[in-house]
């Protein structure tokens, strides 16, 4: 007798069949389609899902999902098409005017694959890789603003870009000096004296004398090996070596003088830090004189930082250097990393102060940090956990101020807590544990906080369900419900999913994979609705010829995809129109509880039925498939190899309408007049199937469903002959 009382080890890859001394073997699957591995035990039919409406125009690019959790009673789900954000609550779309509420958002399909986001009360902060970081603000159901994020203090770098401005220029070299093709942009200023320059190919040099505007001298660090620089390949570091004076002012603008000449027309927008305040330049006088704003300032009288006090810095977001692919908060500190010519460096706000990006030496100034160490750390995401974490191409990187205390400029601690890197998807917190895709997108992998340790450990969740990746698939997309169920949903490339019931209490962690007939899913995002999760698909269908994306909620109640419900409850009738407007197609129809089956509809999308009803469903099927894995004993050693014939199986069910073994019906009511025109009604219980072995084949059992009912197995017992 083999009895097979759980399913938590989820369907199993072909190469684990062998593997009889495997502890989980025996609460494995062969095949676990379209139900869902419970946590108790059993398998239970997936939810269906129910048509929402609002279609999103057609496109071959990516969407996105993104919830936005406003308090406990109001959440909403965003959809990004790469020109509007589309916006849904209470399973509708919002109207305005009685239109679709839409805003405008430009987003490229490379930036739709990859941004990031963190909600911060009301708001949301994306960054993409590709422009600024932007902001979402939600003002009212019907009334959300976007723009670009501003800052009191910018997160700023020192020295000049090279992509536009002053650098470029070409620039030669020949004996100890260098010459600039013009000086249309400022040319040499006498306080570049003391400056270097660097260039692409690694030579670097520091300029000591001013020859004229486009002349100086250098003395040479690595001597240049070309003569000619082109524009664009060579930087100018550093800042101008001069004292500043710079009289405070109650309007916040005033002027900064310069004892030698230190500033270029190109100036204006770039930022002066001084040990006691910061500026914004907003406009040129003359090289000695610029006009200022005052950002920030500890003093109220005049400023008179010395020559090798203060730094002229640019915004760091830029053409030149890069921008955001990440973004978290963070112990008070908004957190950015990842730019594309610094991918391993991140720069973390002032405490308390979002928009400040002040660097500075006290507890709670903002600070940048750069996690290069000879390995791929290009920064991918962030995320706030018991620590910052870094994940990057190559490992997870946690940084902390160490002995609990919270990370400040002078006590970031880096440690590699893996050596699994991670791909563009952001990683989801999943019962206490953080979810992540490995960088080649074919495996999942968990990592989580070790309080004894005082560090994290991580697993791959993936490794005995490997073939679930197979065939080229990729996970696009990911989300995590915790009520009614800990499911975590992967989106794939081919547009299936598959789901992982996640309890690391119980050690629970099965995959199963799920197909909609005729549709395939785009996104998936979770968002909290009447004290469940509420799970929301794109999805995409062909509707009437039109091809056509529109989202859907998962639901547990229903047993049907896409369905549409029309209730005239106190006024049946037999004539239901479908709300998605389906033209001469076919339907599944549920009518008061009870499955007709298939009806057409005609040229109006309507569907006629023989007799009156209420309540009306209309969609489409899914079958739940389970089979077996194949057969195990105690001691495989004696058996491998002998003939094995299954004579007898016993399956537990629990609240089941239907079912089938091996494609032969289980009865489970005998039927008569008075049950004809009711539901079925549901089964709790034991159905026993003698001569089994003279029925089927007696090896591999498979039990499914081909009507959309409810379904939950709870156990199987096998009476298995075994002779030689």
Request: glycine fraction near 8%.
């Amino acid at each position: 007798n083999l009895l097979q009382t759980n399913f938590t080890a989820g369907e199993l890859s072909p190469s684990m069949f062998g593997r009889f001394d495997y502890a989980r073997y025996n609460n494995g699957a062969k095949t676990l389609k379209n139900v869902i591995p419970m946590i108790q035990g059993g398998v239970k039919k997936r939810g269906g899902t129910e048509f929402i409406g609002g279609s999103i125009s057609a496109a071959t690019d990516k969407y996105r999902i993104v919830p936005f959790v406003y308090d406990s009673n109001t959440a909403y789900i965003l959809i990004f098409d790469g020109t509007d954000i589309n916006f849904y609550k209470n399973k509708s779309a919002l109207l305005s005017g009685g239109s679709p509420y839409t805003i405008a958002f430009s987003l490229s399909a490379t930036a739709r694959e990859n941004f990031k986001y963190i909600q911060i009360g009301n708001k949301l902060i994306l960054v993409d890789g590709e422009s600024y970081p932007r902001y979402i603000e939600r003002l009212g159901d019907t009334n959300w603003v976007t723009g670009y994020l501003e800052y009191d203090v910018p997160p700023t770098i020192e020295g000049e870009f090279k992509n536009y401005g002053f650098c470029n220029e070409t620039l030669a070299y020949a004996a100890n000096k260098i010459t600039l093709g013009s000086a249309s942009t400022g040319g040499w200023l006498a306080s570049d004296v003391g400056r270097q320059v660097q260039f692409d190919d690694g030579s670097l040099v520091t300029i000591t004398n001013i020859v004229s505007t486009t002349v100086a001298d250098v003395s040479n660090i690595v001597t240049p090996s070309v003569a000619t620089y082109a524009a664009k390949t060579w930087r100018l570091l550093d800042s101008p070596q001069t004292s500043l004076s710079i009289p405070f002012a109650t309007s916040k603008t005033t002027t900064c003088t310069a004892t030698g000449s230190a500033f270029r027309a190109i100036d204006v927008g770039r930022i002066i830090l001084t040990p006691d305040a910061a500026y914004k330049i907003t406009g040129y006088t003359s090289s000695t004189v610029v006009t200022v704003s005052i950002l920030e300032t500890k003093i109220s009288t005049t400023d008179t930082p010395a020559a090798g006090a203060w730094t002229l810095e640019s915004f760091v977001f830029s053409a030149d250097y890069g921008f955001p692919k990440a973004v978290t908060f963070f112990e008070g500190r908004l957190v950015f990393g990842g730019l594309t010519n610094l991918p391993t460096n991140i720069w973390a706000s002032k405490s308390g102060q979002q928009k400040n990006f002040r660097l500075g030496t006290a507890d709670d100034s903002a600070f940048s940090f750069d996690l290069a160490s000879g390995r791929n750390e290009q920064i991918v995401s962030l995320v706030s956990d018991k620590t910052l974490l870094a994940f990057t191409y190559d490992s997870v990187i946690s940084l902390n101020g160490g002995n609990d205390d919270p990370l400040t400029p002078t006590n970031v601690q880096k440690r590699v807590q893996s050596s699994r890197g991670c791909n563009n998807l952001a990683p989801i917190l999943a019962d206490n544990s953080l979810i992540f895709v490995q960088r080649n997108n074919k495996k999942i992998a968990n990592i989580k906080y070790d309080a004894a340790s005082y560090g994290y450990f991580d697993s791959e969740l993936t490794v005995i369900c490997d073939h679930l990746l197979d065939n080229n698939l990729t996970i696009v997309d990911m989300a995590f419900s915790q009520e009614p169920y800990s499911i975590i949903y992967f989106v794939l490339s081919d547009g299936s999913m598959i789901t992982c019931t996640y309890y690391q209490q119980e050690q629970v962690i099965a995959f199963s994979k799920h197909e909609m007939q005729n549709s395939s899913i785009a996104a998936v995002g979770v968002i909290p609705y009447n004290g469940i999760d509420q799970v929301w698909l794109l999805i995409n269908n062909n509707i009437n010829g039109v091809d056509a994306y529109y989202p859907c909620v998962l639901n547990y109640d229903l047993t049907m995809d896409d369905v549409v419900t029309v209730d005239n409850t106190g006024s049946p009738t037999n004539t239901f129109s479908d709300s998605r407007k389906l033209y001469d197609d076919y339907v599944h129809v549920i009518a008061d509880g009870i499955y007709l089956g298939e009806y057409s509809t005609n040229s109006s999308g309507t569907v006629i039925l023989p007799n009156d009803y209420e309540v009306v469903q209309m969609g489409t099927i899914f079958a739940p498939i389970v089979t077996l894995l194949p057969i195990q004993f105690t001691n495989p050693n004696a058996m491998l190899g002998y003939n094995q014939n299954i004579n007898r199986v016993a399956l537990q069910f629990l609240n089941t309408q239907t079912a089938k073994l091996n494609d032969e019906t289980i009865e489970f009511v005998e039927f008569g007049a008075s049950v004809l025109d009711e539901p079925l009604p549901l089964f709790t219980g034991v159905k026993i199937i003698d001569q089994y072995s003279v029925l089927q084949d007696g090896k591999e059992i498979t039990i499914t469903q081909d009507e959309p009912l409810a379904f939950h197995l709870l156990s199987v017992l096998r009476v298995i002959d075994v002779n030689n």
